[in-house]
């Protein structure tokens, strides 16, 4: 059977993209990689199925949701866990990182700047620790991986949403999570993810 024609469109960043890119290195699979400039985005929004992207293309036609597509990628390229189970854990994982990032974009978003400093102050006090203390007691608990005993996709989003999130805080964020910290670096050490990391376009974020 024939490989696919693939077509991942996004803005020219990482953000909701990124795992997906690291889903098709990983699995050596040929893609067409279309940034799109930002001020072509309110004619092309107008294009896509919901107005959003990242969109897949995949023979000519078009799905979006970041996640269904690193979902299905992952289902067909052997990245979904080894069962039924582990697929419910690795997307478990991942809708729960949804939510932290959900709070983290309320922050960024914030115009006022008394709540933007109330909110990043609770978020730095509560938010960030319940979540990433849950986060590291199930990687160093399961031999430095989110979910089994092999490489998912759940790694790839996690991996993807700490490096962002060391470029917000800074490298030491991390030090008090070092099995979150040495998960992320165990993907970016992966030859392939290296390989794209090192000739992938430098963007902010």
């Avoid at 960043?13 to 098709?24: D, N, P, Q, T």
């Avoid at 919901?50 to 949701?65: N, T, Y």
Wanted: glycine share 6%; proline share 5%; charged share 30%.
């Amino acid at each position: 059977m024939s490989q696919p024609n693939y077509k991942l469109i996004y803005f020219n960043a990482r953000g909701r993209a990124e795992h997906i890119r690291f889903i098709f290195a990983y699995a050596g699979i040929e893609y067409q990689d279309e940034r799109i400039p930002r001020e072509k985005w309110p004619e092309l929004k107008k294009r896509m199925p919901f107005g959003i992207v990242p969109v897949l293309e995949i023979d000519g036609r078009r799905v979006d949701q970041s996640n269904a597509i690193a979902r299905y990628l992952a289902n067909k390229y052997g990245l979904a866990g080894k069962d039924e189970w582990e697929a419910m854990q690795c997307d478990a994982l991942v809708d729960a990182l949804g939510d932290l990032k959900q709070v983290l974009w309320q922050l960024r978003t914030e115009q006022d700047p008394i709540k933007k400093e109330e909110r990043k102050a609770k978020l730095m006090r509560e938010t960030i620790p319940y979540y990433l203390s849950k986060f590291e007691k199930i990687v160093s608990e399961n031999n430095g991986l989110s979910v089994g005993s092999g490489i998912t996709w759940c790694d790839f989003v996690f991996a993807v949403s700490l490096e962002n999130f060391e470029a917000i805080f800074g490298k030491s964020s991390l030090d008090y999570y070092p099995a979150m910290k040495s998960l992320k670096n165990r993907i970016y050490a992966l030859p392939s993810i290296a390989e794209w990391v090192a000739r992938r376009p430098h963007t902010e974020s």
